[in-house]
């Protein structure tokens, strides 16, 4: 069984297109997180949700929206997809904080914007 | 200054040495250090935590940690070619927020 899966694992679509990502967590974790990561490898948190609940929002462009329809999923939706946006997606949990929990990471979307 | 820096390599180690990676980090107040493990096309993993200052081992990995110079390090002993991978140094002042370094990329070469 998948701890932590996300669908698609590969997203390849045009600019000015909007796209979803979905994440699912059966750990029974309470905290999950949407990271991106660019193609140097540089992994940034974007959204952080505990229990349904934001409590991280980075400074991402609002064309970026999360939804936590219960604490077991997280998804991301993407407005008006830009080149900038090609990158790995990696949905990920914790029981606790990230800070002092491990993180458990789903195996990413990669998107490419063309 | 970025938050965490790691030397992005590729760092080359012979099959069976020490592996030395390297992270510096910018927060003082800074109270978690985690050391992540990315092969190539894969998602990452934990492979080391350490919260106070001094040495933590488990098996092959020693990670160090100095406080007052800002510094976290990752030990790989009797380096494995499966040991090939990108690491990732990762600090949080305690909170959700992990702010990761750009990875240090490591070959061990046969």
């Known amino acids: 069984d998948t701890a932590v899966s996300q669908t698609p694992k590969y997203l390849v679509t045009q600019m000015g297109n909007d796209k979803s990502i979905k994440c699912e967590q059966n750990?029974?974790?309470?905290?999950m997180y949407w990271y991106k990561q660019d193609s140097k490898k540089f992994l940034k948190i974007m959204f952080s949700?505990?229990?349904?609940?934001?409590?991280i929002n980075e400074t991402v462009p609002n064309r970026f929206s999360p939804k936590s329809p219960d604490k077991a999923h997280l998804n991301l939706h993407i407005n008006s997809l830009e080149l900038g946006d090609s990158a790995v997606y990696f949905c990920?949990?914790?029981?606790?904080?990230?800070?002092?929990?491990?993180?458990?990471f789903g195996s990413g979307t990669q998107l490419s914007v063309l | 200054q970025k938050e965490v820096e790691q030397n992005s390599g590729p760092l080359s180690v012979p099959e069976g040495a020490i592996a030395s990676l390297n992270c510096t980090y910018s927060?003082?107040?800074?109270?978690?250090f985690f050391w992540y493990r990315q092969y190539s096309g894969k998602s990452p993993e934990l492979i080391m935590f350490?919260?106070?200052?001094g040495d933590k081992e488990d098996g092959r990995f020693t990670a160090q940690l100095n406080k007052a110079s800002q510094y976290v390090s990752l030990l790989i002993r009797d380096s494995q070619p499966s040991d090939s991978a990108t690491y990732l140094c990762?600090?949080?002042?305690?909170?959700?927020?992990?702010?990761f370094g750009t990875g240090t990329r490591l070959t061990i070469i046969p």
């Open positions: 990762a600090v949080s002042l305690g909170n959700e927020k992990l702010t």
């Open positions: 750990l029974g974790h309470d905290t």
């Open positions: 949700y505990n229990n349904k609940e934001l409590i």
């Open positions: 350490i919260y106070s200052n």
């Open positions: 927060d003082r107040g800074s109270q978690s």
């Open positions: 990920a949990s914790s029981q606790g904080s990230a800070g002092s929990e491990k993180l458990f």
